[in-house]
């Protein structure tokens, strides 16, 4: 049975730092699109950053370039998401996602996602 964990989560000050860890089950890491979205509330999900299998190419949203970045540890079927410079912006519940057949023109986009773990709430706050 596919699933998927997340981990991590808490309260941070702004200007922190989080690590959110996604651990996968019942399927193999390296041959499934992994995406991070978050859903704050009365709002929207949203992608926040992805890794494709092939070639561990990656996306990220605008509002998180240069403070998030994903990556991907095949041994331990873990995707993780380092979070810094976080800001109150940043509050909401992270989900991860995995697909099979994820393109990297899509690979933001909730829709495109099959399977999905129950989120980690992150707030910034001082």
């Known amino acids: 049975q596919l699933q998927l964990v997340e981990s991590g989560g808490g309260l941070v000050q702004p200007g922190g730092s989080l690590r959110l860890s996604c651990a996968a089950s019942?399927?193999?890491?390296?041959?499934?699109?992994i995406g991070w979205f978050r859903q704050a509330p009365g709002k929207e999900r949203e992608g926040v950053s992805c890794?494709?299998?092939?070639?561990?190419?990656?996306n990220y949203a605008d509002s998180v370039k240069g403070r998030f970045t994903i990556s991907r540890d095949n041994a331990k079927k873990t995707v993780y998401l380092q979070m810094n410079s976080l800001n109150p912006e940043d509050t909401a519940v992270y989900y991860c996602?995995?697909?099979?057949?994820?393109?990297?023109?899509?690979?933001?986009?909730?829709?495109?996602?099959?399977?999905w773990g129950q989120g980690t709430q992150v707030t910034v706050s001082s």
């Open positions: 996602a995995a697909d099979p057949f994820i393109v990297q023109a899509r690979c933001l986009m909730t829709g495109e996602y099959t399977y």
């Open positions: 019942g399927l193999t890491v390296r041959r499934y699109g």
């Open positions: 890794i494709l299998s092939a070639g561990g190419s990656t």
